[in-house]
């Protein structure tokens, strides 16, 4: 069973910046894609950002250019470095690692960021 652990997550102002880390127990991260996800209240959950095992990445329109996403084999972790936060990435990110990355696969429990004045 992999089990998922994000970090990082937490209260900012707008235009600051956060980096949410996710750590993969077992052997299957690198064979594998990762997607971070997040879900505002009352809204659906959706990707924003998206890795695959050979590193090509994607993105929301609406974190382009301020979004990041990487991962780190050796440490079994990706990351997504968040700069220029605004208010509207106020959500609590998950991330998820799969076949691919439109596929189902394994949780993260959730990290909450807040993005207030």
């Known amino acids: 069973q992999v089990q998922l652990v994000e970090s990082g997550g937490g209260l900012v102002q707008p235009g600051g910046s956060l980096r949410l880390s996710c750590t993969a127990s077992?052997?299957?991260?690198?064979?594998?894609?990762l997607g971070w996800y997040r879900q505002a209240p009352g809204k659906q959950r959706e990707m924003v950002a998206g890795i695959t095992s050979s590193s090509s990445t994607q993105y929301a329109d609406s974190v382009k250019g301020r979004f990041t996403i990487s991962r780190d084999n050796v440490k079994n972790t990706a990351y997504l470095q968040m700069n220029s936060l605004k208010l509207e990435d106020t959500a609590v990110y998950y991330c998820?690692?799969?076949?691919?990355?439109?596929?189902?696969?394994?949780w993260g429990q959730g990290t909450q960021v807040t993005v207030s004045s």
């Open positions: 077992g052997s299957i991260f690198r064979f594998y894609s």
């Open positions: 998820k690692l799969a076949n691919n990355l439109y596929g189902s696969g394994y």
